[in-house]
């Protein structure tokens, strides 16, 4: 697809309607400090010390010239937010995104390419960061970057945005559990096979069968149910053609109905109800009541906050036998990105300010914030170890595993993943065979993927 596509207006159109109005409820309060200097609005989608971290970056941009003032503005549902106000002329000049809605925006003619952006002032914009940090002033460069995360913001050789984080995901486990069980506590198991063995010497029930240990269930978390296939060498889709009923989706659908069969429905049922909430003293890996699950490494700040004593290990997610290759992970990518909107007021200065945030100090400060590997190339020997998460490097080596996937790059993404949240508890509740299971995903996906084909077709684009 061509970067002049990317103007196409789609359906922002129809956003329109009260569009004006919205933005003008959503400008940050304005601050002396913005006096006689351009003014640019920044909403993010970060909260708590994730949007913390974001705001002490702008602080150093702000205090550090005068020419230019970054309003800063952590805000939920960002995503439909940012469209209405572009629809209503009104946009923020930068917004901060998850990497798997950029097909969606993309396609609505929603973003600036930074390929242009960067063409027509990206030396300018590289100066101005240098000065503020005294590094050398960043260029968007493939090399500069890591390799899965370079893959997460370009797509047919234009750049989307910037990204700021990034994660993957691996098993983290209490090392402390492994070692009273006997089991290894710096890398539990590396199979499918040997993490079901584990999990069950790892499982505590009472006199009465509850569970009071999980070992590992996949519905701790729960955030990713549609990732089981990957670690069976599965995916859901390639490009416009679902693959979600195949042997390899079918044997992980197939593991994960097992797993709930050997727990007990009554059982289950009983120790979800229990289970505590995510950042807090009883976030269940904290507080003992699972033994291993699937996270990213951001997982590691509520560690830090509520049980700073905890002996935590992290691991490459086990895979199907066969399938093990220590050297490159299995495991799944997403970033946070910086972008343009189209109709921003600011392309340029907006552009300046992005490429601040690709210094080595900026986003050296909001990686060790959320706990999460250096989106740049060669982090450091100082910045890995005094990283808040014990284990980085083990996240950092994933960024540039061979094997390392991301959510796919599809407009319909939002929908298939909704399908997966709601469609997954009728497999964990044994009401699936994983053979009807994943015949049913397979039409949906599908049907959302021909949608999205449709659409396209009806806009014009390739």
Known sequence: MRAAEWTRRGMLGALGAGALGFAALHRPRRDPRERGRIVLDYWEKWTGHEARAMERVVERYNASQTRVFVRFLSTSAIEQKTLVAIAGGSPPDVVGLWDDRLPAFIRAGALIPLTDLDRAHGAAAARVAAEITGEEGPRPERARYEPGVWALVEQDGVLAGLPNTCSSLALYFSRAACREAGIDDSTPARTIDELDEVSARLTRRSPSAHIERAGFIHIEPGWWPWVWGSFFG????DGGRATVDSPENRGAFAWVRRTAETYGLDAVRRFQS???????????????????SLHGPFVANVFREFGPEFDYGAAPFPVARGMEDDANPVTMLECDVLCVPRGCRRPREAYEFILF???RWAAETLSRAHAKPLVLAGASETFLGAHPNRHVRLHQRMLSSARAFSKPRSRAWSAIEGEFNVRFGGLWRLEETAESFASKMQTRVQAH???AARRDARRGHS
């Open 234 to 237: 599965g995916q859901v889709c």
């Open 357 to 359: 945030t690709q210094t």
């Open 449 to 451: 993927l021909d949608e």
């Open 274 to 292: 229990g289970l505590g909430g995510y950042s807090s003293v009883r976030q269940p890996l904290l507080s003992g009541q699972v033994a291993m």
